[in-house]
């Protein structure tokens, strides 16, 4: 499984994490209830049905939950190590 051992170091070590597996979740599926109608948007406050959005945070979540009950391959565990990376590095040189 993918991790910041495998990976190349997190330009953002020491940076404060307000996330984790729970939170994110969450955050999932409150924009999958958003995405339903089920609750205004908070942005606008509007309550729209957005299907393709629902379907796919939907999707989302069933991927992860798949991922973890069956684990990365290599080449996925590549996959998102260069990308946290890539995303890492531009975030900390935007916050510099």
């Known amino acids: 499984m993918a991790d910041d051992k495998t990976c190349k170091d ?3 070590k020491g940076v404060p994490i307000d ?8 955050s999932l599926s409150s924009s999958a209830v958003v995405a339903l ?4 948007d908070p ?7 957005q299907p393709q959005l629902a379907k796919s945070t939907i999707d989302v979540l069933g991927m ?4 973890f009950e069956n684990g ?10 260069d990308i946290l990376y890539n995303l890492r590095m531009s975030y900390v040189n935007k916050t510099k």
């Open 43 to 49: 942005g606008t406050g509007s309550i729209d049905f």
């Open 64 to 67: 992860l939950k798949n991922k």
């Open 19 to 26: 996330i984790n597996f729970t939170t994110f979740i969450y």
């Open 10 to 12: 997190n330009p953002m």
């Open 37 to 40: 109608g089920e609750a205004p």
């Open 72 to 81: 990365l391959d290599d080449e996925e565990q590549k996959l998102l190590c």
